[in-house]
């Protein structure tokens, strides 16, 4: 079955306690990105990667690290949590590498909380 | 800087009824796609439509269809024969061959379907 699938889907931790949230497609996607979900505020990218070893902040990228050593694997990295970054990821892919735009299918969602 | 606005918070609709959710955006590029996603409680996020602006014809899928405005920079969409499982979260989003495969999201309208 094509998915995009993200672990751990759920997750508490504590400030400052380094965590990876991991993420894989199976369709060979060339695009990847991760957004956040907060209340009100629908979702907004964090970070994209558009091939390989080609990654670009979105527009709240502080804070997080993003990875693309492999088409399908873009892990995102919290090397210090803090309480704002508890929040509802999603990690999506698609065909295209960003130019067209391409249709974006998205993962289950992790939802993050740090205390 | 585009945005995407919804401004309806929350919504009701009895069962086999129909609803209109509405989204307008901001834009000054001609070219560019639109979406909506729904979010039912599972949290996933699901592609219900999509619209590509060059397009006139108002896109459709089964049950849900769109009235795109672009004159206006309008989307809304119309869930006709409305069902239990409609019941959730919608997601107006916007993209564009500028913005890197960036989807942004407006800020969700909750749908209440009522047996």
């Known amino acids: 079955e094509a998915q995009v699938t993200q672990n751990p889907r759920y997750l508490i931790t504590v400030t400052g306690k380094k965590l990876t949230v991991t993420c894989s497609q199976n369709?060979?996607?060339?695009?990847m990105s991760w957004y956040r979900q907060d209340p009100g505020l629908g979702l907004r990218q964090i970070y994209y990667?558009?091939?390989?070893?080609?990654?670009d902040k979105g527009d709240v990228p502080e804070g997080y690290k993003v990875s693309r050593k492999e088409k399908r694997n873009f892990p995102l990295i919290l090397e210090s949590p803090s309480p704002n970054q508890t929040s509802l990821y999603f990690c999506?892919?698609?065909?295209?590498?960003?130019?067209?735009?391409?249709?974006?299918?998205f993962g289950p969602g992790t939802r993050l909380t740090v205390l | 800087a585009q945005t995407v606005t919804q401004s309806q918070p929350e919504m009701s609709v009895q069962e086999a009824e129909t609803v209109t959710l509405s989204c307008t955006y901001d834009t000054s590029e001609s070219n560019y796609y639109l979406f909506w996603y729904k979010q039912p409680p599972s949290r996933q996020m699901i592609l219900v439509i999509r619209q590509e602006a060059y397009k006139q014809q108002n896109a459709t899928e089964n049950r849900f269809s769109v009235n795109f405005q672009k004159a206006a920079k309008s989307f809304s969409l119309k869930i006709s024969d409305s069902q239990l499982g409609d019941t959730a979260m919608y997601f107006c989003a916007f993209t564009s061959y500028n913005q890197g495969g960036k989807l942004i999201f407006g800020q969700g309208t909750e749908l209440s379907v009522k047996p």
């Open positions: 999506a892919s698609s065909q295209g590498g960003g130019i067209p735009p391409d249709t974006q299918y």
């Open positions: 369709m060979n996607h060339e695009y």
């Open positions: 990667s558009m091939n390989v070893e080609v990654t």
